[in-house]
């Protein structure tokens, strides 16, 4: 996964666990962030049509994640685009963002989640 801010084809495969949720749960931090605007994801979920996996970022007041969008089984890759429409509480006095994409449902070993691509943007 050290190449997933460059859409290659070279996937991160997070692999789900069997067992009680969460068993798929990836955190990505993204630093120096002088604002949010999107999140962008290319990659699919390889799993059960009934789970589903949660995009989230990281509020800093309230010290929980909130989701922005939701990931579904599919059988292609496709590009997925989270909008943010107040960043105000997303990025940390660090100047740092955390992403977490996290699955509702217990686990299922064999399931994945392929991200390619992964990654935010801002304005500036």
Do not use: C
């Not at 699919?44 to 509020?59: A, C, E, I, K, P």
């Not at 105000?88 to 994945?112: C, P």
């Amino acid at each position: 996964y050290s190449t997933t801010w460059v859409k290659d084809g070279s996937y991160w495969q997070i692999t789900e666990l069997a067992g009680a949720a969460p068993k798929l749960r990836a955190t990505v931090t993204f630093s120096d962030v002088k604002d949010l605007k999107e999140i962008l994801l290319f990659g699919r979920y390889d799993g059960s049509t009934t789970h589903h996996n949660l995009v989230m970022v990281y509020n800093n007041t309230t010290a929980v994640y909130d989701t922005v969008g939701v990931l579904i089984s599919e059988a292609f890759d496709s590009f997925h685009i989270f909008p943010i429409l107040d960043d105000t509480n997303y990025i940390s006095t660090s100047k740092e963002v955390l992403v977490r994409i996290e699955q509702l449902e217990d686990g299922v070993a064999g399931h994945n989640l392929y991200l390619d691509y992964l990654s935010i943007q801002g304005t500036s």
